[in-house]
């Protein structure tokens, strides 16, 4: 069974430009999740999608980011435009809904590197 | 102020000697305690959960542990390939559906 696919894997942009994550989660989880991740730290949640409608975008910084999930599958978060404290990695991660919470089972990716110059 | 501390930070080990990592948490309305392995470049891979005081998991050469303030993993006799940066998550009322991460604690076994 394929995992939560992500990419690019890594992207180097200037600040002020914009870039853009895509992830595929594993066939028939329909909550998707994306964190953040800076060196040495533990992921923080960006955003929570169950199926299309995002559940849980508190933490999302709106001004520059946005994100979507089309049709309740893949997902793409965006930043425009990049500042040079966006540079972390950036995490997909899926699951069933009913488990998760109970479970605490995530499928990460394994991450967007993006470096801001 | 709801916190999840994990310590140490970094733990150098050399092969066969056993340890136990610690994740402290303050939180109200506990749901669920939840540990994670991340190898470099990797995202994170679960491993464990523990749902009330007492409880105990065990895979292989590691064991978690959970009290009312608290969470160990236990390694046993590690070996090489169980160095990785070991995360804890908490799951809580306050925070329905929403996993918190402390900050790891990056694991080094020397052979």
């Known amino acids: 069974e394929a995992g939560v696919v992500q990419s690019p894997r890594y992207k180097i942009i200037e600040k002020k430009q914009p870039v853009a994550f895509w992830c595929n989660p594993i066939?028939?989880?329909?909550?998707l999740y994306w964190y953040l991740q800076n060196l040495g730290q533990g992921p923080e949640l960006l955003i929570r999608y169950e199926n299309e409608e995002a559940v849980d975008d508190s933490q999302l910084p709106k001004d520059r980011f946005s994100a979507e999930r089309l049709k309740g599958v893949d997902s793409t978060l965006k930043i425009q435009p990049a500042e040079l404290g966006d540079s972390a990695v950036y995490l997909c991660a899926s699951s069933f809904t009913r488990l998760a919470g109970r479970t605490g089972e995530l499928f990460f990716g394994e991450g967007s590197r993006l470096t801001v110059l | 102020e709801d916190q999840v501390t994990q310590s140490p930070e970094a733990l150098r080990l050399q092969e066969g000697e056993s340890s136990s990592l610690n994740c402290s948490y303050t939180v109200s309305g506990l749901r669920g305690l939840f540990w994670y392995r991340q190898d470099p470049g990797k995202g994170p891979e679960f491993l464990f959960t523990?749902?009330?005081a007492g409880e105990e998991k065990e895979k292989e050469r590691l064991k978690a542990t959970l009290t009312k303030k608290e969470s160990f993993l236990h390694i046993t006799a590690p070996k090489p390939e169980d160095s990785a940066t070991y995360l804890c998550a908490v799951h809580y009322v306050r925070m329905a559906q929403k996993l918190v991460f402390g900050q790891g604690t990056r694991l080094t076994i020397n052979p």
């Open positions: 523990l749902y009330s």
């Open positions: 066939s028939g989880h329909n909550t």
